[in-house]
C-alpha cells in the first residue's frame, strides 16, 4: 500500500514557476513508477509526465515538455514536478499518482488507468 500526498501548489501569474511536491509512504514507493496528472473542471484527467522508479525514464505530455521537469529522490520517498514559464491554460488541480504493476522496469504509463494509487491532488491556478 501506498500513500501519497500532494503539496506546493497555489494562486500564481503567467510566467512564474512553481514546484510540485508528491510524498510517498510505503516502503515498496522506490519500485514503482510515478506520474504526474492534471485535470480541469469538465475535463479527463490529462498526463502531465511520468518518470520510472531509477530515474532512467521521464516521459513528458506535449504540453509539458520543454517547461515542466519531474525529478524523484527515492531516498525521501519524494517525487516533484518543477513547473516554469506557466500559462493559464496550466490551471488545474494536480495529482500525483504511483504504478505498482511494472514493478522495477522502466516502463512509464500515460494512461490514468496504469496507475494504482493516487494523491488527494494540489490546486494550481495560474492568473494571466
Known amino acids: 500500500q501506498v500513500q501519497l500526498v500532494e503539496s506546493g501548489g497555489g494562486l500564481v501569474q503567467a510566467g512564474d514557476s512553481l514546484r510540485l511536491s508528491c510524498a510517498a509512504s510505503?516502503?515498496?514507493?522506490?519500485?514503482?513508477?510515478m506520474g504526474w496528472f492534471r485535470q480541469s473542471p469538465g475535463k479527463e484527467r490529462d498526463f502531465v509526465g511520468g518518470?520510472?522508479?531509477?530515474?532512467?525514464?521521464?516521459i513528458y505530455a506535449d504540453s509539458a515538455k520543454g517547461r515542466f521537469t519531474i525529478s524523484r529522490d527515492n531516498g525521501k520517498n519524494m517525487v516533484y514536478l518543477q513547473m516554469n514559464s506557466l500559462k493559464p491554460e496550466d490551471t488545474a488541480i494536480y495529482y500525483c499518482?504511483?504504478?505498482?504493476?511494472?514493478?522495477?522496469?522502466?516502463?512509464?504509463?500515460?494512461?490514468?488507468?496504469?496507475?494504482?494509487?493516487w494523491g488527494q491532488g494540489t490546486q494550481v491556478t495560474v492568473s494571466s
Open positions: 510505503g516502503r515498496t514507493f522506490m519500485n514503482y513508477a
Open positions: 518518470i520510472s522508479w531509477n530515474n532512467a525514464n521521464t
Open positions: 499518482a504511483a504504478d505498482a504493476r511494472y514493478v522495477g522496469a522502466n516502463f512509464v504509463s500515460p494512461r490514468p488507468d496504469g496507475y494504482d494509487y
